[in-house]
Antibody, heavy 115, light 110 residues
Framework: EVQLVESGGGLVQPGGSLRLSCAASGFTFSKNWMTWVRQAPGKGLEWVANIRQDGNAKHYADSVKGRFTISRDNAKNSLYLQMNSLRVEDTAVYYC????????WGQGTMVTVSS | QSVLTQPPSASGTPGQRVTISCSGSSSNIGSYNANWYQQLPGTAPKLLIYSNYQRPSGVPDRFSASKSGTSASLAISGLRSEDEADYYCSAWDDSLSNWVFGGGTKLTVL
């Protein structure tokens, strides 16, 4: 059974940092593009970043470029999102997704940026 | 303002056929495959349609989709109460080097 389990969300002050993790199982992680997608409360889906199977190609939404870093560890079947200089508008549920297009999704982790 | 434009809402009665449109441009839908996601209330999105019209295994054939030029559309026939959800189109955009989503369409089954 395919599983993607996100962790690391929580409450952080504006300007702070968080690192999200996503543990993958049930599929060959190293053979899949991996993606982070977020959804602000009551809003639609927003693509955040993705990373190629070998980790050498990464793309970012303009809204997070220079502040967020996506990475992966194929040996640990894990995906990460380092989020720095967080803003109130980064408040959202963050989903980890796998595949191209994304056909495997986690249940999400909530990130709240507030003072 | 989403790069892909969807109507914010759609509705139908059980058994009806409804369609949801997704309008893009030459840098996204016009050049790349369109995909559709279904998000049931309180759950993660689920891939409903990929490569313009292909259904992943397990998706009923009541769901169909097509693409023409810079637009795509999703059709749901034999509407059921469990189809009440938010639907999102998505495509790669090469001018942004991003995946982009539509703003989502909330489907209500009356």
């Amino acid at each position: 059974e395919v599983q993607l389990v996100e962790s690391g969300g929580g409450l952080v002050q504006p300007g702070g940092s968080l690192r999200l993790s996503c543990a993958a199982s049930g599929f060959t992680f190293s053979k899949n593009w991996m993606t982070w997608v977020r959804q602000a409360p009551g809003k639609g889906l927003e693509w955040v970043a993705n990373i190629r199977q070998d980790g050498n190609a990464k793309h970012y939404a303009d809204s997070v470029k220079g502040r967020f870093t996506i990475s992966r560890d194929n040996a640990k079947n894990s995906l990460y999102l380092q989020m720095n200089s967080l803003r109130v508008e980064d408040t959202a549920v963050y989903y980890c997704a796998g595949g191209d297009p994304s056909d495997m999704w986690g249940q999400g982790t909530m990130v709240t940026v507030s003072s | 303002q989403s790069v892909l434009t969807q109507p914010p809402s759609a509705s139908g009665t059980p058994g009806q056929r409804v369609t949801i449109s997704c309008s893009g441009s030459s840098s996204n839908i016009g050049s790349y495959n369109a995909n559709w996601y279904q998000q049931l209330p309180g759950t993660a999105p689920k891939l409903l349609i990929y490569s313009n019209y292909q259904r992943p295994s397990g998706v009923p054939d009541r769901f169909s989709a097509s693409k023409s030029g810079t637009s795509a559309s999703l059709a749901i026939s034999g509407l059921r109460s469990e189809d009440e959800a938010d639907y999102y189109c998505s495509a790669w955009d090469d001018s942004l080097s991003n995946w982009v989503f539509g703003g989502g369409t909330k489907l209500t089954v009356l």
